[in-house]
């Protein structure tokens, strides 16, 4: 079939079925349908969530857990980086340059005496220093040593080869797809989070979705 006559017996059967359907939500309309007639196996061993949303939560979990091996074993080969958090401090303090102690502790969503400890060891090892906040004496600022720097860049090579891992297959369009799909959800959460810290879910659940769920 002529893939212009294709594509306008697409539309004609998407328009039929969705009114008010816009050019970009037929253009995700297809992509999907396309997908999903694609075999490429079970998630999840066939344990598939019923709701849309938490069938997407899982996936990004249970992704978030297989990325935490190649992560591990990422570390293994690094001097000095004991765990992921490590990495996450310099990497914070190596774009963001000297900050304080605090603020990383707050960034990073860390307890305040672990997030301490840790920065203490990576002071204790020279892969970052402190000083006295001249504009207040209660305060440390952190910054990353050169030797942190060298780290740094060990970490960047090989945490990237945990990424190609991880995506390996995947074509750079559909790369680009998913990022631009949940970047606005990374936007959106980062400039909420730090405001409902230690309350309910059904708190958070309302002040995020604007309803309001009854106690069970």
């Not at 969705?18 to 344990?47: A, D, P």
């Not at 204790?124 to 402190?130: D, G, N, R, S």
């Not at 959460?189 to 309803?211: P, Q």
Request: glycine share 6%; proline share 2%; charged share 30%.
């Amino acid at each position: 079939m002529n893939k212009t006559v294709e594509l306008v017996n697409e539309w004609a059967r998407f328009e039929e079925k969705f009114k008010e359907g816009t050019i970009e939500e037929f253009c995700r309309h297809y992509l999907i349908s396309q997908r999903e007639k694609k075999e490429i196996g079970q998630n999840f061993k066939g344990v598939i969530p019923p709701q849309v949303d938490a069938y997407l939560a899982k996936l990004l979990g249970i992704i978030s857990s297989y990325m935490k091996v190649y992560i591990d074993s990422a570390i293994e080969e690094i001097p000095d980086i004991k765990r992921a958090e490590d990495f996450y401090v310099l990497n914070t303090l190596g774009n963001l340059g000297e900050s304080r102690k605090t603020d990383i502790i707050n960034t990073h969503f860390l307890e305040l005496s672990s997030g301490i400890d840790l920065m203490n060891r990576l002071v204790k090892v020279k892969l970052i220093q402190e000083r006295t906040d001249p504009e207040d004496k209660r305060s440390r600022l952190m910054s990353v040593t050169d030797k942190g720097q060298r780290a740094l860049m060990k970490c960047y090579e090989k945490f990237s080869r945990m990424a190609e891992i991880i995506f390996w297959g995947m074509s750079i369009d559909d790369k680009k797809l998913c990022i631009q799909l949940l970047r606005g959800v990374e936007i959106k959460h980062g400039t909420i989070i730090h405001g409902l810290r230690g309350k309910s879910l059904n708190e958070i659940h309302a002040l995020v979705t604007g309803v309001k769920m009854q106690r069970k």
